[in-house]
């Protein structure tokens, strides 16, 4: 079993940055990989960025890519999101999920097991 916490998440104007943390607890963590969803309202969830349970592969949506990093920290069991340049459609809650069973990263929510309570992101226009 895998605990998520999300943090970090703010009101911020656009072209701002914004840093989201998830702590992990539990058995597990530190052999699985890791995303980042998000869902604004009315919207489907959707795929945001992954890293493999080494830290060495990552993948990212291209609305997304070159704007945001997503690193981990097994030692600390942390993972983060690095958000620049946020633009306004940028706003949503984010998830990060844990996902114990591939040893590549998905961009499928429905791959992913275990899942934070979410953290709200609003980038003002």
């Known amino acids: 079993q895998v605990q998520l916490v999300e943090s970090g998440g703010g009101l911020v104007q656009a072209g701002g940055s914004l840093r989201l943390s998830c702590a992990a607890s539990?058995?597990?963590?530190?052999?699985?990989?890791v995303g980042w969803f998000r869902q604004a309202p009315g919207k489907e969830r959707e795929f945001v960025a992954a890293v493999t349970w080494t830290g060495q592969t990552t993948q990212y949506s291209d609305s997304v890519k070159g704007r945001f990093t997503i690193s981990r920290d097994n030692a600390s069991k942390m993972v983060y999101l690095q958000m620049n340049s946020l633009k306004y459609e940028d706003t949503a809650v984010y998830y990060c999920?844990?996902?114990?069973?591939?040893?590549?990263?998905?961009?499928?929510?429905?791959?992913?097991?275990?899942w934070g309570q979410g953290t709200q992101v609003t980038v003002s226009s």
């Open positions: 539990g058995r597990g963590f530190n052999s699985s990989a």
């Open positions: 999920a844990a996902d114990s069973v591939r040893w590549i990263v998905t961009t499928n929510y429905r791959d992913y097991e275990y």
